[in-house]
């Protein structure tokens, strides 16, 4: 995927000048949305699959607490689902990876989690 197509999934816009290079004007923000007041985003990059755009968060209070989720939106910025582990223990969510079937996401707690495009878990391990 380009550089024109990807920015846009991310809420970004892209200005060129005539010699191909880039305006001073890189990027103009097209929408942004909360993901909780305690994220310790710097440790997750969102993942960009197709036309969505996806967000694992990991609060900061330890072990499991309200901010650790996945976040699923759609190229405008809405909501379309989040995902929070449904089990005990450290529940802060690391890496994402997504495929046509599933997307996973790893836990603190030991867990990888395979989920539908719906947001049902389809299996743990």
């Known amino acids: 995927m ?3 197509k990807l920015l846009p999934l991310l809420g970004l816009a892209l200005f060129g000048t005539s010699l191909g290079g880039f ?3 890189i990027i103009t923000l097209k929408w942004k949305r909360y993901v909780g007041e305690k994220n310790l985003t710097i440790t997750n990059q969102p993942l960009i699959y197709r036309d969505k755009i996806l967000h ?3 609060g900061d209070e ?3 607490d309200k901010y650790d989720k996945l976040y699923v ?3 405008d910025g809405n909501l379309l689902w989040s995902f929070s582990p449904p089990d ?3 529940t802060d969510l690391n890496g994402v990876v997504a495929c046509d079937e599933f997307i996973a996401v790893t836990s603190d707690g030991g867990f990888v989690y395979a989920i ?3 947001g049902k878990i389809l ?3």
């Open 116 to 118: 539908s495009w719906e």
């Open 88 to 90: 005990g223990g450290d």
């Open 23 to 25: 305006s001073e004007e």
């Open 62 to 64: 330890g072990g499991k």
């Open 56 to 58: 694992a968060t990991k």
């Open 73 to 75: 939106f759609d190229k």
């Open 2 to 4: 380009g550089l024109k």
């Open 123 to 125: 299996w743990k391990r």
